[in-house]
């Protein structure tokens, strides 16, 4: 095949290419999941700490989740979406063909994913051609969570507000391996901070702490994550009330049992505990089962959760 040949080939591929990009595109429209790639922009919101150069080696193309000025003609699939990116294309894909070496791509590494700083079109034929791995001068911008590839700009911010969480917290450190404490709706670790003080507070008064050092940052927190937080987790599972809120995380039904568990105690006069709080929220504000199952195929259709009613 000469060069003509394959420069012709480029020319068909690159036509398939953004073709099964609209076909994407109106799929992801009827299940309402995103289609773009995740703008560079966004690490913004997750306030990454240094940067470290990490040179060049190989990188996992399907980790390649966002560009920094090129996320508006790639979709998430990094298929081509604009006519006028074709000749790029086709330049790549036939020197692909002719059996050319490309140089590496840029990318910045956030949260385990990448972001392409150069290369968008070289990224684009490998993913097209199924290419597992691309070399890539990499970037390390450092964060605390990871990233799937799979966010939109709410759930960034989320993983922002995380990140400070998990910086203030220190929590990492104080309690290796413990379980993510992931929200659904921004706004609520400033929530967690707040118990956390309660508890600091509370175990400052404990009896028998007269003449002891006042209660550390620290020891509330671990205080706070092993005896309120995983307690109500437990029970959680203990009574399988995750089944019952489609769509929602323990931390989104730990902050909801624990304001439940304040208003049972006002009620009866006496702390009620976490076991009788979950039990009663649970029974008391889980929606219908026809809402359930309709929530569920919602978050199917969007790839999110498994079917399981």
């Known amino acids: 095949m000469n ?8 020319k ?9 990009s609209d076909v994407r595109g109106f799929l992801a429209v009827l299940r ?7 703008p560079f922009d966004w690490v913004k919101y997750l306030s990454p700490e240094g940067e470290h150069q990490l040179g060049v080696q190989p990188i996992e193309v399907d980790r390649i989740i966002g560009s920094v000025d090129r996320y508006r003609e790639f979709d998430r699939h990094y298929l081509p979406r604009e006519k006028h990116l074709d000749e790029r294309w086709i330049g790549v894909r036939s020197a692909q063909l ?5 140089p590496p791509i840029q ?23 199924g290419q597992k791995y691309i070399d890539a001068s990499v970037i390390r911008l450092q964060v605390p969570v990871p990233l799937s590839g799979d966010e939109d700009l709410r759930d960034i911010i989320i993983k922002g507000e995380y990140a400070r969480f998990l910086r203030v917290t220190r929590l990492g450190e104080l309690v290796p391996g413990h379980r993510p404490v992931l929200f659904t709706t921004p706004g609520r670790y400033d929530k967690l901070l707040d118990h956390i003080r309660t508890r600091q507070y509370y175990l400052d008064r404990k009896p028998g702490r007269e003449g002891l050092p006042p209660v550390t940052w620290e020891e509330a927190v671990e205080s706070w994550y092993r005896r309120l937080y995983l307690r109500i987790i437990h029970k959680i599972e203990d009574h399988d009330v995750m089944l019952r809120f489609p769509g929602r ?3 989104d039904l730990y902050l909801w049992i624990m304001d439940h568990r304040y208003f049972l105690t006002e ?18 504000h889980a929606p219908p089962l026809y809402r359930r199952v309709g929530q569920r195929v919602r978050l199917l259709l969007g790839g999110k959760v498994h079917p399981t009613v």
């Open 32 to 38: 309402r999941a995103p289609a773009e790639l995740l």
């Open 3 to 10: 060069a003509a040949d394959k420069r012709e080939q480029a």
């Open 107 to 129: 990318v910045y590494e956030v949260g385990g994913r990448y972001f392409v700083k150069d290369g968008n079109h070289r990224v684009s034929v490998a993913r097209r051609q």
């Open 98 to 102: 002719q059996g050319k070496e490309l």
């Open 12 to 20: 068909q591929e690159v036509e398939r290419a953004r073709l099964m």
């Open 249 to 251: 995380t323990e931390a």
């Open 267 to 284: 009620q009866a006069g006496h702390d009620v505990g976490s076991e009788q709080a979950t039990v009663d929220f649970s029974e008391r």
